[in-house]
T-cell receptor, first 117, second 113 residues
Framework: AQKVTQAQTEISVVEKEDVTLDCVYE???????LFWYKQPPSGELVFLIR????DEQNEISGRYSWNFQKSTSSFNFTITASQVVDSAVYFC??????????????WGLGTSLAVNP | DGGITQSPKYLFRKEGQNVTLSCEQN?????MYWYRQDPGQGLRLIYY???????QKGDIAEGYSVSREKKESFPLTVTSAQKNPTAFYLC????????????FGDGTRLSIL
């Protein structure tokens, strides 16, 4: 069965620290997509990145970077030099490419990140 | 600006009352979704629609109803059959199916009076 596990429920860091949010997934499919979303205190979810299962290259966007490893079924998210504005709940999600009419996003439970000044 | 508009931001429901949450998008997206978020439980899918005049139940559809008469609009009705409606409700849309990124509204917080 498909599943997304974000083992870290809450993380607290001091500003300028680096922090890594873990995401481990389970799927029987060979073609799938992985996502990260950010939910700031205001409530709306903001899309951060999508990665398909055939692209294992790591990605960097400013202070954000993502490490996709199929061998360990992980898609971890690192924030470098964290800032107070990074405080949010971060969700990892999985979509299988060939799930037919029952296709939907499988969401992790989220990791709440608090960056303290 | 293109986006998704949810209204109202806060809503209160009396016992036995149906309430409707509005969701409108001007992104020209085909697919729309309703999620419920409770503390510590992440997002749970209520209903989704991939095309006008068609919608599918999600994981927790009981006590809810939707319609999709227009591409831009996907209202959610919380019926009196939903015994525990207090939650944060999020509407989303995407270009096609779930392989595409979903864009979210600001949410509606529903409480029981």
């Amino acid at each position: 069965a498909q599943k997304v596990t974000q083992a870290q429920t809450e993380i607290s860091v001091v500003e300028k620290e680096d922090v890594t949010l873990d995401c481990v997934y389970e799927t029987r499919d060979t073609t799938y997509y992985l996502f990260w979303y950010k939910q700031p205190p205001s409530g709306e979810l903001v899309f951060l990145i999508r990665r398909n299962s055939f692209d294992e290259q790591n990605e960097i966007s400013g202070r954000y970077s993502w490490n996709f490893q199929k061998s360990t079924s992980s898609f971890n998210f690192t924030i470098t030099a964290s800032q107070v504005v990074d405080s949010a709940v971060y969700f990892c999600a999985l979509s299988e490419a060939y799930a037919g009419n029952n296709r939907k996003l499988i969401w992790g439970l989220g990791t709440s990140l608090a960056v303290n000044p | 600006d293109g986006g998704i508009t949810q209204s109202p931001k806060y809503l209160f429901r009396k016992e036995g009352q149906n309430v409707t949450l509005s969701c409108e998008q001007n992104l020209n997206h085909d697919a729309m979704y309703w999620y419920r978020q409770d503390p510590g439980q992440g997002l749970r899918l209520i209903y989704y629609s991939q095309i006008v005049n068609d919608f599918q139940k999600g994981d927790i559809a009981e006590g809810y109803s939707v319609s999709r008469e227009k591409k831009e609009s996907f209202p959610l009705t919380v019926t009196s059959a939903q015994k525990n409606p207090t939650a944060f409700y999020l509407c989303a849309s995407s270009r096609g199916d779930t392989n595409q990124p979903q864009h979210f509204g600001d949410g509606t917080r529903l409480s029981i009076l």
